[in-house]
Each structure stands twice: as C-alpha cells, then as structure tokens.
C-alpha cells in the first residue's frame, strides 16, 4: 500500500511538472464583474464585505486605484475590454439585448481571435451581451472554442423587462435550459465550467485564455443559499463574497495544478454600481439597496463621473508582477488586448487605442496611458489628462474641470481657476471625436 501510495505522488508530481513545463507562453484569466462598484471590495475600503480572496490576489500583485472600464454600461463596456477599443471605435456604443438587432460588429477582432494563431484554447464563461442573433455573432462565432452562459444581463426576462422571449442558458451555441427567476447557483455554475476548461487545457498541455464574466451583482442579485445571510454587508454582500469565493476557486486550481506562476489574472469590472434604480428593477424582490457603491467616487453607472467606470483593477502573475504594489497610475480595460498579445507574442490585426502596460504591472516602467477617454452612448463626454478631467455636462451647456487625484469624488469644479487646460482638453476631446465620428454632448 505504501509503495502503491508513493508511485501515485510520484506519477502526480511528474504530470504537474510536464504541465508547467509545456508552454512558454503564458495564460490569461480575466475575471469580469456585472455593476460591482469601486467600492465594493474590502480591499478598496468596503467596511463590512469580506473578499479574502480577492484581497490576498491583490496582495501578491498589483492592485490599481485609477483603472478604468471601457464605458458605464454592459455592452460597450465588454466590446471595449475584447478589442482593445473604445466602444465607439469598437462600433458598439449602446446595449443590445431581447428583441435587439443590434452587435458587435464582424470586422471587429477581438482577444480570442488574437491568441488562437498562437496556439491558444480560449473560453467565454458568464454573462456575453455583446450580440445572439446568430451563431456568428456568439462567442463561438467571435474566436472562442467554447462558451457556456447567458446571451445578456440576467434582468432580461419579465417582469423586469417585457418581453415574451425566454432566456436560455448555454453551451457554446445550444440552448441547454431556461433561465428564470430562481438564478441562485449561477455563480457556482460558471465557476464549475471555467475550473474544468483549466483542467483540460493542462491535460492538453496548451496555454488558454479564460474569460470569466460574472452575470452578478447586476441585479437581480442572487447566491447559492449555502452562502445567504453571511454576510455583515447584507443581502449584496452575500453576492460579493460568492464572486470573491469563486476567484478563490479559479487561483486554488491554477496552484495545484502548476500553473500558477504561468498565469496572469486579472479582476476588475464592467462599470460602476447601479443606482437610481428604474421602477422596472423594483419588483420580484429587488431592493434599492441591492446595489453597491463607488466608495468616495461621485456617480454611478450610466454616468461618465468617476463612479461610472473607475473600478476595480487587480493584476497577478506571481514571479513576474511584484507582489504588494499599489498603484494610482492610470490603466484601463481596453488595455488587456495588447498587453496578452505582448506576453503570448501574437500579432495584432487591427488599430486599437490600448497600450501594453505589462512593463508598468512588473514596476519596470511608468504607465504607458497618460489619457483616458470617457463615452456614454454615442457622445465622447469627457476626457482625463494626467490628473486633470474635464466633462461637457450633459445636456446643459457648460463644462467641468475636476483635478481627481486631490479630488477623486469630483466636488470642486475648478474650470474658472485653469482656463487654458480646460481649453486644451477640451480639443482634444473634440479631436477624438471626430476622428471616430463621434458626437460631444454640446453638439
């Protein structure tokens, strides 16, 4: 027996080592949250959550403090983290969903696509929202081997929103099941999914990339009730701290199966929290305080304020992203595609607006973004340059000049003390804009 024991812990450990020793091209793991605020972590100041999981990845990476998302709502946000764009270059401003003819669009190449000439296994778990009309246009049609999830936001059926079409859940183009109203287990099905793909791409001995997009806290807010009224933040934390659960699931895999320090993971958001609910969200057991929080940042989704699509950023490769380093430089979603092309040494097909930042994440460098652009729908609202942002109000015609580094909840509108960078931002916002044939808000 003794022997027996031995042989199997000898067999084990040859397996694990073969596994890290079959690629010299690195994984990607992108955890992706639906309306999870900056604030909602605890280790982005959340007094009562608990994200252990989350707090110890940022722990043994880096975690970034001015990291944007691509737009304040679902759709562009995610088109813009896949290729690399912001949205309106990406040619998906707006939402689409039930009923919606609206898509990516096909010439756009996004991550998946990317890596796969590489030798790449890829996967879309989770929430995809960016076009179901056709197999096309699903994430088996846009680069991805596999995909198991939702089309859209889980709120997409009645009451919340009138339609008489059913939402599906699915494997790769097959409807496997409706999705009602009891979506408790979600979270731990899409968990289960992205922890067998990473079993088989080492068995294959192939690197992967992973895109694990969270259908939650987007409400209707749900968690497997094993996990209920844990809690000290209520209800809401519940469904965070099963996102935190689940990232501790995925980081637990990659370490015992040798591939940790073959892997960076990234987790952050899609937007900021949803506030001002719609009369729509308020019924079948939605609560107002079913959201969550920016922190000390002003807005929420569907604003290009700060709270919009200032989230959470944490990177973690360990023995190449030195561990414990905060960072208030900015980054944003859209600069992930070029940065996995980078490590994966893939090419790039297409003129994007991200930047590598993997020299930055490792300190070697300073971040290579010094301006960030904000969109909502088909308007470029604002623009930050350094610490400097300056907004056109929407609807009122008048601007704003915020310097967010001393002022990060965007309470001191200082536009009549600096009217020359006021100026100067404010061409470069409109040059952006006519270069992708966008609208300002004045317009």
Known sequence: MKKHTLLCLFLSTTLTCLTVLSTDKPNFVVLFADDMGYGDLSSYGHPTTRTPHLDRMAAEGVRLTSFYC????????????????????AGMPRNTGPGS???????QVLIPQILKPAGYRTMAVGKWHLGHQSDDVMPTGRGFDHFFGLPYSNDMIKPWVQTD????????????EEVGHDQHYLTVRYTEAAVSFIQESANERKPFFLYLAY????????????????????????????????????LDELDSLGLDKDTLVVFTSDNGPWHDLPDRMLQAGNERWHTGNAGLLRGAKGTTYEGGLRVPGIFRWPGVIPKGRISSEMASTIDLLPTFA???????????????????????????RNEYFYSQSDFFEAVRRGPWKYRLRTNVD??????????????????????????????????????????????
């Open 342 to 368: 980078a490590a994966a040494g893939a090419n790039i097909r297409q003129k994007i607006d991200g930047y590598d930042i993997l020299p930055f994440l490792k300190g070697e460098a300073a971040s290579p």
């Open 70 to 89: 691509g737009a304040p709502v679902c759709s562009p946000s995610r088109a813009a983290l896949l290729t690399g764009r912001y949205p309106i270059h």
């Open 398 to 443: 008048a601007a704003e000049l915020y310097h967010v580094d001393r002022d990060p909840s965007e309470m001191y509108d200082v536009i009549d003390r600096h009217p020359d960078i006021a100026q100067d931002l404010d061409k470069a916002l409109r040059a952006k804009a006519k270069l992708y044939g966008a609208k300002l808000r004045d317009q």
């Open 101 to 107: 003819e609206t898509h990516l669009p096909k010439n």
């Open 165 to 176: 079409l059913p939402m599906y859940l699915y494997r790769d183009t097959t409807e496997i």
């Open 215 to 250: 259908s939650m806290p987007h409400l209707p807010v749900m968690t497997m009730h094993e996990r209920s009224g844990r809690s000290a933040g209520g209800h809401y934390g519940d469904v965070i701290e099963t996102i935190d659960w689940s990232a501790g699931r995925i």
